[in-house]
């Protein structure tokens, strides 16, 4: 009633303190915004890291705390390639940076989550932007259990800093009508997480439809080149749960992208003549 499992050990010896670059520069635990770089110790020595986008962005370096041959880098961009360079200081002289190691970020992802079920689903959603020249993305759709919506009639466009956008939420039944919980969150950092502060639309199981909200956009909303995520699910019965499979309803995700404050020149106004006769 159990198992016994043989693996092959191999001790490094720690090489004495040089200022030559480190050696096996390894990347790992690759994300869509984060990856940890790791090497051979040398004793008594301490580190310098610099990565950058490759081939040809800006370096950006910190140093490694004392005793410590790994580094976490945060704040990469989805699918980008980067390439990362160590050097070491031994006896307070440091030497030049090791060759690149490359490596690719890989895309955004969120938490599978999906309904279950063939009768309780989202009708339609409907969001509108305080900013009146940016218009509505309204969308009207039939019972499914998961739905990722990539089209540009199906993007959300939302500014920055902005208040008074309004989401609409219409609930459809294919059989009988049942009491539904529906909630809407927005990834405003973009950080592939939906937290609490990032929902946008909270409504108790009822029969009531459509149900609406309004929400602000952060101050600091990513206003990056890249789309962030709505996602809107709704649940038979109680208030779905985040990263939970919502029993008897429906996961919809949607594109979102926040646009930056600008200064530019709006588009020249146009004006239509009426004329109206007694």
């Known amino acids: 009633q159990g198992e016994v499992e043989d693996y092959a050990v191999k001790f490094v010896d720690a090489q004495p303190c040089s200022t030559a670059a480190p050696t096996n520069i390894t990347v790992n635990n690759i994300g869509a915004t984060t990856a940890t770089v790791s090497w051979v110790a040398t004793a008594g020595a301490t580190y310098n890291i610099r990565w950058r986008v490759a081939p040809s962005g800006a370096w950006q370096t910190a140093t490694v705390p004392a ?16 390439e990362v360079q160590v050097s070491t200081t031994c006896n307070g002289s440091t030497g030049s940076y090791s060759s690149s190691v490359t490596f ?107 149900v609406t909200a309004t929400f602000a956009v952060p101050s600091n909303a990513y206003t990056g080149p890249l789309t962030t995520t709505m996602r809107v699910v709704l649940k038979r019965t109680s208030a779905p749960v985040m990263c939970q ?34």
């Open 104 to 210: 690719t970020t890989p895309p955004l992802t969120y938490c599978p989550m999906t309904g279950t079920g063939t009768n309780d689903h989202i009708s339609n959603v409907t969001v509108t932007s305080s900013n009146l020249g940016v218009p509505p993305m309204n969308n009207t759709s039939v019972q499914t259990n998961y739905t990722s919506y990539t089209t540009a009639e199906t993007l959300i466009t939302l500014d920055v800093n902005s208040q008074n956008n309004k989401i609409s939420v219409a609930k459809g039944w294919t059989g009988a009508t049942g009491n539904d919980a529906v909630t809407a969150w927005i990834d405003f950092d973009r950080n592939g997480q939906f937290t609490d502060a990032e929902r946008i639309l909270i409504s108790p199981a009822n029969t009531t439809t459509p």
């Open 245 to 278: 499979n919502a029993v008897d309803g429906e996961v919809e995700d949607y594109r979102v992208r926040i646009r930056p404050c600008s200064n530019a020149t709006p588009n020249a106004p146009t004006f239509t003549t009426t004329h109206t006769t007694a």
């Open 67 to 82: 005793g410590q041959n790994f580094y976490g880098i945060t704040g990469l961009t989805e699918q980008t390639n980067y």
